[in-house]
């Protein structure tokens, strides 16, 4: 039996992330510093059990912060599990799909946002696991997905699948 202290080294890291696709382009930023400094991703971040009411809200109000605008239409696509080995928690991430927003796309201290056209987003400065999700992603397809990396961030083994429903979280997030 678990206890309390093995069970919240095993607890994940509750994460979001939230990529605009308009027009055939895709929205990413450039993470300025931080985790992932130097790799092109959507934008998102930690949940904060303080003030978001849900992953959805989380995703919402991270683009906010991230690039100055706001999703009119998120939907959640997909649940990604990332396990780091110099990390003792997993990542849990959310990944939600907007095709409107308000707003004026505006870089902030953290991201420096451009488009791409969808047949040439920048994988080789992306995430190694971007390469295996985004076309299911792209596609409209739900997806869960659990992804671990070596101590360099490089990908040891994956499990990627399309699915029907995504689960929800045991939680309420």
Known sequence: ??????????????????????????????????????????????????????????????????????????????????????????????VFHASAFEGTVAESDEMRPAWFPEDAIPLEKMWPDDEHWYPAFLRGEKFVGTFWFDREKKITRHELEVVETLPARADGL
């Open 1 to 94: 039996m678990a206890t309390d202290a093995t069970a919240a080294l095993a607890a994940p890291k509750l994460t979001t992330l939230l990529v605009v696709v308009s027009d055939g382009n895709v929205l990413l930023g450039e993470k300025k510093r931080g985790f992932g400094a130097g790799l092109w991703n959507g934008f998102g971040g930690k949940v904060d059990l303080g003030i978001d009411a849900s992953v959805e809200h989380a995703a919402l109000r991270e683009l906010r912060e991230e690039c100055g605008i706001d999703a009119l239409d998120a939907t959640r696509r997909g649940v990604l599990t990332f396990h780091y080995a110099d990390a003792p928690n997993p990542m849990e991430t959310h």
